[in-house]
């Protein structure tokens, strides 16, 4: 009974490939984000949606889409893959009349060769 | 944009000791200051919060005080334990204007040797 959980748990591909990562939660909330953190370990976010509307949206490249099919759910495609964007991708939840306290998954770590 | 700047980055201290973890904020609008533990490969877990109409939390060993005046926050964890051994991270947001979008320090890696 997972809370939130995120496919795969590592993915290792080279540059110029085209990926995606998979969240899922199971606690009803109705926002959801993605957040990266690099090797020295700083959390940032990237995006978040909100009842499947996008609301938030760093200055990340535009090869990186997120996608919401329904509120329990948020993927990431990452088309074109480079060398920097290895780190572990982390997703998150969080519901507005519970102050948005946020609930991470396990995270993906990804390595691009 | 909201900006958090956290100290110390790296924390040792010996079991049963207190550690002291500080971070300051720069946008007088974040409301809500929730407190993260990393272990290592691990998610980020909640372990105590505190929103700007309260000066200090306390559940067990752990306890958050803020200053609004002054924008800092801080954690306290009193009675350490190797347990307690992790990269700790602050972090702040405007709460319900922003969705919950959370601003995070830099993290601090806390040793605590048995």
């Known amino acids: 009974d997972t809370a939130v959980s995120q496919t795969p748990k590592y993915l290792v591909t080279q540059m110029g490939n085209d990926k995606s990562i998979k969240c899922e939660q199971n606690l009803g909330h109705d926002t959801m984000y993605w957040y990266k953190q690099d090797s020295k370990k700083f959390l940032k976010i990237m995006f978040s949606?909100?009842?499947?509307?996008?609301?938030i949206n760093e200055t990340v490249p535009n090869r990186f889409s997120p996608k919401s099919p329904d509120k329990a759910h948020l993927n990431l495609h990452i088309n074109s893959l480079e060398l920097g964007d290895s780190a572990v991708y982390f997703c998150a939840s969080s519901q507005e009349d519970r102050n948005y306290e946020q609930y991470f998954g396990p995270g993906t770590r990804l390595t691009v060769t | 944009g909201e900006n958090v700047e956290q100290h110390p980055s790296t924390l040792s201290v010996q079991e049963g000791d207190s550690a002291v973890i500080k971070c300051t904020y720069s946008d007088s609008a974040s409301n809500y200051f929730p407190w993260y533990k990393q272990e290592l490969g691990k998610r980020p877990q909640l372990i105590i919060d505190?929103?700007?109409?309260?000066g200090e939390k306390k559940d067990q060993r752990i306890a958050v005080t803020l200053n609004k005046t002054a924008k800092h926050f801080s954690l306290h964890i009193t009675e350490t334990q190797p347990e307690d051994s992790a990269v700790y991270f602050c972090?702040?947001?405007?709460?319900?204007?922003?969705?919950?979008?959370?601003?995070f320090g830099q993290g601090t890696i806390l040793t605590v040797h048995p």
């Open positions: 505190i929103r700007s109409n309260v």
């Open positions: 949606y909100n009842n499947k509307e996008l609301i």
């Open positions: 972090a702040a947001s405007l709460g319900g204007t922003s969705y919950g979008k959370l601003t």
